[in-house]
């Protein structure tokens, strides 16, 4: 027989009778495996993620399952909508008994969402209606800490979806709507005025070789960067590879540093590229 949906996905780490391990042990291996994928700053910020998800078809509980196992702190869901047939083309967790009983698509797929991973905080509202008070709950499934992101995965009236934008921008909540319909779909995102961006292309870090380091009063000819004046002590680095992709802004670790400079080690600076500045005839 098969394994349920469930306990193939992994809800038996939440038994310490069933392994060796305890449940500490296994939320320590999990995050030692997201530090590898994510780096350790994305996991930092991503386990004290509690997110609304609007709507449970097809994009709503893709979106719910994805950030459960990706561990995020909580994961509230609502869909007051009754399951369909043509739900169950979408929705993986849907059967034909949720749609005979006359089940919500949020109440029908709670269940298996919640046995995917201990660790993450489950529930489905069961309000009428996202209210202000509902999206500005404080203290979301008790945790302490309100929403930090609403989803939504259905076409609402545009009047409530801008009320969800307004409401989401005014208290420094990111707003994503992201919406299937067959061959086409629609994504909106907003991330409030002050969103930052810390990493631009989601390339993975590269390695590069220190060729030079040099510590020399700044001459006239040399373009340091506006901060930099003339007389003024300033380190060189240069790398090994000609072809570095460096650029203004970009953060760099040191390694391996040797001589003098071990100290260095373990610390991060911004880049700021230098040059040589053409001399006057």
Known sequence: ALAPWGEWMGAWKSDPTSGPTSDADAEAERIDRQK???????????KDLNVLIIGCGGTGVETAKNLI??????????DATKARMADM??????????????????????PDLKTL?????????????????????PDVQGTGRPYAAIVATDLLPKDTLIRLDETARSNGMAFVLAVNRGVTAS??????????ITDETGEPA??????????????SLLDAGRDAKDGDSVVVV??????????????????D?????????????????????TPPP
């Not at 994510?38 to 991503?46: C, E, H, L, S, Y």
């Not at 240069?238 to 390694?255: I, K, P, S």
Request: charged share 25%; with cysteine; proline share 3%.
């Open 206 to 219: 590269r390695m590069l070789a220190v060729s030079n380091v040099e510590v020399l009063s700044k001459p």
């Open 238 to 255: 240069t790398v090994a590879q000609a072809e570095h992709g460096l650029d203004d802004g970009d953060t760099v670790q040191l390694d």
């Open 36 to 46: 590898a994928a994510f780096g350790g700053d994305t996991v930092a910020r991503i």
């Open 187 to 196: 994504i909106f995102s907003d991330f409030g005025p002050r969103h930052e």
């Open 89 to 110: 083309g979408t929705n993986f967790y849907l059967q034909e008994e949720d749609v005979a009983k006359g089940r919500t698509r949020a109440e029908s797929s709670l």
């Open 117 to 137: 991973n201990p660790f993450c905080r489950v529930e489905g509202l069961k309000c009428p209606e996202l209210t202000d008070e509902v999206l500005l709950n």
């Open 257 to 277: 540093m040797r001589d003098g400079m071990s100290a260095l080690n373990g610390r991060e600076f911004k880049v700021r590229r230098g040059g040589v500045k």
């Open 69 to 78: 196992l990706s561990n995020v702190g909580a994961v509230s869901i609502w």
